[in-house]
């Protein structure tokens, strides 16, 4: 089935510690984006990828970064310059169409101890 | 530049009654429109959205919303609620080429 896959789902990590979050996508998508969810925030976006090797920063790039080597993947590595980790990350891929349309991952909720 | 506002954190409905979630936005320009539905701990799903054409949209899970162009306004809405349509419902919008903004959500409680 075609769609996009997070991993981890859950995820601890002790302060101090770098964590690379995965997103893998199958649906041929150009585009790949990661946001943050925090309760009664909304979602906010951390970074975004328009084509391969190439990526732009969002409203929160702060204390992450991300690469894009590949098509399919976009992986988000969240550092210690972060001050407030904890909280709930998805990503998302976008088609050729220019409506904006997305479809995301499942989620990968990370807490820092 | 574009803005989302849902406006309202919180809504709670008893199982059967209908339900409307409002969201407005803001901007100069043609928009596309969406609904999305968030599980608990889970991703986004797409509800309905609306890119031009008929301004009512029938969505999944018997959902329907109105553009109103005037009011610039696309509320959601549900003639009778499951305990299962508890969730958090995000209005978006984009322009076209542009990227998508999210409104700050709206978390629906179905009560037996």
């Known amino acids: 089935d075609g769609g996009i896959t997070q991993s981890p789902k859950y995820l601890f990590r002790k302060e101090g510690q770098n964590v690379t979050l995965s997103c893998e996508q199958n649906l041929n998508h150009d585009a790949m984006y990661w946001y943050r969810q925090d309760p009664g925030q909304g979602l906010r976006l951390i970074y975004y990828?328009?084509?391969?090797?190439?990526?732009q920063k969002g409203d929160i790039a702060e204390g992450y970064s991300v690469s894009r080597e590949k098509k399919e993947s976009f992986p988000l590595t969240v550092t210690s310059a972060q001050k407030n980790p904890t909280a709930f990350y998805l990503c998302?891929?976008?088609?050729?169409?220019?409506?904006?349309?997305?479809?995301f991952g499942e989620g990968s909720r990370l807490t820092v101890l | 530049a574009q803005s989302v506002t849902q406006l309202d954190s919180q809504v709670p409905v008893f199982e059967e009654a209908p339900v409307e979630l409002r969201c407005n936005y803001s901007s100069s320009v043609s928009v596309y429109l969406f609904w999305y539905v968030q599980y608990p701990n889970q991703g986004l799903q797409l509800l309905l959205k609306?890119?031009?054409?008929?301004?009512l949209v029938k969505g999944i899970n018997g959902f329907e919303a109105e553009f109103n162009k005037s009011q610039t306004s696309f509320h959601l809405r549900k003639p009778s609620v499951h305990i299962s349509d508890t969730a958090e419902y995000f209005c978006?919008?984009?322009?076209?080429?542009?990227?998508?903004?999210f409104g700050q959500g709206t978390e629906l409680s179905v009560k037996p």
């Open positions: 990828s328009q084509i391969v090797n190439d990526f």
């Open positions: 978006a919008v984009s322009r076209q080429g542009g990227k998508l903004i």
């Open positions: 998302a891929s976008g088609g050729r169409g220019l409506t904006g349309e997305l479809f």
């Open positions: 609306y890119l031009s054409g008929s301004t």
